[in-house]
């Protein structure tokens, strides 16, 4: 086991660690912050797989502006207050290990069918030939142009709507 498989099954193991303390955190602004804590551990996968673009871009991206707006938006919303949990007694907690135990069997059956992977680098000449920026915008402005313009709206409506629950409550 050499250091980039040691490093890689850091982050891995960061990025599913502070993935489940979001989800299981009472208050949002620690899951934020949990959150946080995975978008940078996946930003080191992508410099690990040598996109360093990619990982430029989850850092300022979604690391910077979206939990920004996430962190606005909770504390606009006045969510930072003690919340009851949502899963009550210990057979949901058994219920959802069992599930998470499950879909661990899921992956490990799926990983052990999987074709190994060819010797061959494939994306080193693709991002010699085109760049690292026109291979993300390429296909982002001409397949997924749509998908992108949606997601735009989405965020604006969410904040408006965030914006208009906090004046109806003030």
Request: overall charge neutral; charged content about 10%; hydrophobic content about 65%.
């Amino acid at each position: 086991m050499d250091l980039s498989q040691i490093v890689f099954y850091l982050f891995a193991g960061v990025a599913v660690a502070s993935s489940v303390l979001m989800v299981t955190r009472k208050n949002p602004v620690y899951a934020a912050l949990y959150l946080v804590l995975t978008l940078f551990s996946i930003a080191g996968l992508f410099v690990l797989l040598d996109a360093h673009f990619l990982a430029a871009l989850q850092v300022v991206v979604y690391a910077g502006a979206i939990l920004v707006l996430f962190l606005f938006v909770i504390m606009l919303l006045n969510l930072g207050h003690a919340f009851e949990p949502d899963i009550r007694g210990r057979f949901w907690w058994v219920f959802a290990a069992g599930l998470g135990l499950v879909l661990l069997a899921e992956l490990v059956a799926v990983m052990r069918g999987a074709p190994e992977r060819p010797e061959a680098d494939i994306v080193g000449p693709l991002l010699e030939a085109r760049g690292a920026v026109a291979a993300v915008a390429e296909p982002l402005f001409q397949s997924y142009v749509v998908a992108l313009e949606i997601t735009g709206i989405l965020l604006l409506v969410a904040m408006v709507g965030a914006v208009v629950i906090a004046k109806r409550k003030a």
